[in-house]
């Protein structure tokens, strides 16, 4: 066993095998950008050394700067994680010359499965079934099209160096071939530098299922079962999870053989995929009938490979350190058995609504449900119950930045029970404890996809998302009133905090006759929803959202949570603020609010033409100006106080006050106009 390796890639990947290494005593050293320089897989390594600037190409892609850290460091062994140069040949190579264990396959089994139509070509003399289809180097169109037309329609059009879907088109009829070519070659040239493509028949009803393998470098080469990837968006993966379902053990057996003979046609030493596209002819109730057709192979670790470990027992980053010391593989075929059932959710900055854009910002909130962190859980704790069960794989901390330069995955989160159900409802409870604000995510959405009547039913293929566009996307299961109402609740705690014993500064409304009331406001997705809370005098609370209305209660908990009561509904709930914006988190799911505070953006609205108003009755406190003045935009004019709080009144615009109408101290009424403003 290696004394020291050197991580060669970032985010949760990195703090992945440190883990690991660390549990086995073997020293670890972090490489990190510029971006990175305070990031969590710096701080869980033993060393850490400067490669560059932000970007990918200034950093972690300058591989001559990683040897060189690894060789200054005195590291035997470089782990590549995946992404960046896992899958480079040269770098592998590059390792081997400068004295240096590559903890993955040969360069040559690199080279072999990079392009996909010579791949295909060495799967088909490897006996592995192939997607009947055209892989040849004739590129002519002409050519392209024929085969097209003999293969039949609909086909897929694919870039033989693509990969993440990229450069790929499906053609439905023979005259929108050539257009779709002319469109996957641009986009494959100027991705991969080649606009080689092959034509595959385009299956009906796609399920993606791939297999674990691993080598050694005695000649040993197993299988770790399947894992079914079918749930994608962009043709990337979204929940993964182990064993497939619906997978007869015939099957298994037919496709773990045909993965293995797969590697073994290229020599392959370490962990591996090879990944199949599955037909189902017969429907999704008829597994019998599925058919299996080599696609590719990943010669890496998978970002999946969670849900393997869980379902397996085994940690395979120490499989991956033990096979590249040239140990033995540390089990046979016969020895290895399916525990249970897993599935990870790959949580991702991306907006599901906007066609899953990725996003930007700072995670401002970043709460993660009880967890063991990395190591799987061992199999024989199936049968029980708890935080073992559920793994949260991460790179990042609360107030870390998630910037443009990565990929957008923040987090993985997996799952294992003892069935397919109790996975699905413990994946379920964890999305649900997942609390991130500061940034767009995903974890609504993939509540709704494990709560979705085609996922739960394991009606599976990858165009699930699309065909479960209704029930997916711009779903609100939290409801607009209750939301309001748990926001409200979260506004009266704050004010309650801050009171004093002095009973005349008690925000309960008791008056000595008449009712009080307030209002508030707030934007739901530019939608203004307005609440009006009513105190009674026996100091019960009364909310009307809408149409919608009821008695209002709450009470505090423990971990920032309070039990809110409002209209027979009794919900746990938590509430983050930032800024204006409220984030409700609540079992039935989560939404944010902005707070619309009228008397905090009075003025701010150039159309008011000079004219400021108060938008509802107080006292003026002050003001910042006089008449004559000359103010910038954004300059305070006037303080007011309205429900014992202090609001500041902005310029809107650049101008020249013309005229003081009030006096400090003086009632105002809602829209009475404070101060006249020449505008520039």
């Known amino acids: 066993m290696f004394t020291k390796i050197l991580i060669a890639n970032r985010g949760e990947i990195a703090c992945r095998v440190a883990a690991t290494a660390r549990r086995l005593g073997v020293k670890t050293v972090a490489v990190y950008s510029d971006a990175d320089a305070n990031a969590k897989h710096v701080a869980a390594c033993d060393e850490a050394v400067h490669i560059g600037g932000s970007a990918p190409r200034d950093s972690y892609l300058q591989w001559q700067r990683i040897i060189d850290a690894a060789k200054a460091t005195g590291a035997q062994a470089i782990h590549p994680g995946y992404g960046f140069l896992s899958e480079n040949e040269d770098f592998a190579q590059a390792c081997a010359a400068n004295g240096l264990v590559f903890i993955g396959p040969p360069a040559s089994a ?64 023979a005259e929108d071939f050539m257009a779709a070519l002319e469109s996957c070659k641009r986009e494959a040239i100027n991705s991969f530098g080649s606009d080689a493509v092959l034509v595959e028949k385009y299956v009906q009803r796609p399920r993606h299922i791939e297999i674990q393998v691993f080598g050694d470098t005695h000649g040993q080469c197993v299988y770790l079962f399947e894992r079914d990837c079918s749930v994608q968006r962009r043709h990337q993966k979204v929940l993964e999870e182990a064993p497939a379902p619906g997978m007869t053990p015939e099957l298994r057996e037919q496709m773990g053989r045909a993965a293995v003979a797969a590697a073994q046609a290229v020599g392959y030493v370490g962990a591996g995929t090879v990944e199949f596209i599955v037909e189902q002819p017969g429907g999704y109730d008829r597994p019998q009938d599925m058919r299996f057709f080599f696609m590719e192979m990943n010669t890496r670790l998978q970002v999946e490979h969670p849900v393997t470990e869980a379902i397996t027992g085994l940690d395979l980053v120490e499989w991956q350190l033990r096979v590249a010391s040239r140990e033995p593989l540390p089990l046979r075929q016969d020895q290895l058995q399916i525990h249970g059932h897993a599935i990870e959710a790959r949580i991702c900055a ?54 443009p330069y990565y990929d957008s995955m923040v987090a993985k989160l997996i799952v294992h029970g003892r069935s397919r159900d109790e996975a699905l409802a413990r994946l379920d409870a964890a999305l649900a404890q997942t609390h991130i604000v500061g940034l767009t995510t995903n974890v609504q959405f993939l509540r709704h996809v494990v709560q979705s009547g085609a996922f739960a039913q394991a009606q599976l293929d990858t165009a699930l998302i699309q065909r479960e566009a209704v029930v997916l996307f711009e779903q609100d299961r939290v409801g607009q009133a209750t939301a309001v109402a748990a926001a409200v609740a979260q506004t009266l705690m704050a004010e309650r905090q801050l009171e004093t014993s002095d009973p005349f500064s008690r925000r309960d409304g008791w008056r000595p006759f008449g009712l009080t009331q307030r209002r508030f406001d707030f934007d739901y997705r530019g939608q203004t929803l307005s609440a009006t809370l009513t105190y009674a005098h026996d100091g019960a609370l009364h909310l009307a959202v809408g149409d919608a209305s009821g008695g209002l209660a709450f009470s505090s908990a423990a971990d920032g949570a309070f039990e809110l009561h409002w209209q027979d509904q009794r919900l746990w709930v938590h509430t983050h603020t930032l800024g204006e914006q409220v984030a409700v988190f609540t079992p039935l799911g989560a939404t944010t609010l902005t707070a619309l505070d009228a008397l905090a953006h009075a003025g701010e609205v150039a159309a008011e033409g000079g004219r400021l108003t108060a938008p509802m009755p107080g006292k003026v406190v002050s003001f910042a100006v006089k008449a004559g003045d000359a103010v910038k935009k954004g300059q305070p004019l006037a303080v007011m106080e309205a429900m014992k709080m202090e609001h500041t009144i902005a310029a809107p615009a650049d101008g020249t006050v013309a005229e003081l109408l009030y006096a400090p101290g003086d009632q105002v009424s809602e829209g009475a106009e404070l101060l006249k403003l020449a505008l520039a």
């Open 110 to 173: 690199i080279q072999a499965m990079g392009l996909k139509a010579e791949s295909k070509r060495l799967m088909e003399a490897a006996g592995v079934p192939l997607v009947p289809g055209y892989h040849g180097t004739d590129q002519s169109p002409a050519l392209l099209q024929a085969e097209a037309d003999r293969i039949g329609y609909p086909v897929l059009i694919k870039a033989s160096a693509g990969g993440g879907g990229k450069g790929m088109r499906a053609v439905d009829k």
């Open 350 to 403: 991306e907006n599901p609504d906007k066609q899953f854009l990725p996003a930007t910002g700072t995670l401002a909130v970043y709460r993660k449900p009880a967890h063991v962190a990395f190591l799987p859980p061992l199999p024989q704790a199936g049968a029980g119950r708890g935080e073992g069960h559920v793994r949260f794989d991460d790179g990042v901390r609360e107030g870390d930045a998630i910037s």
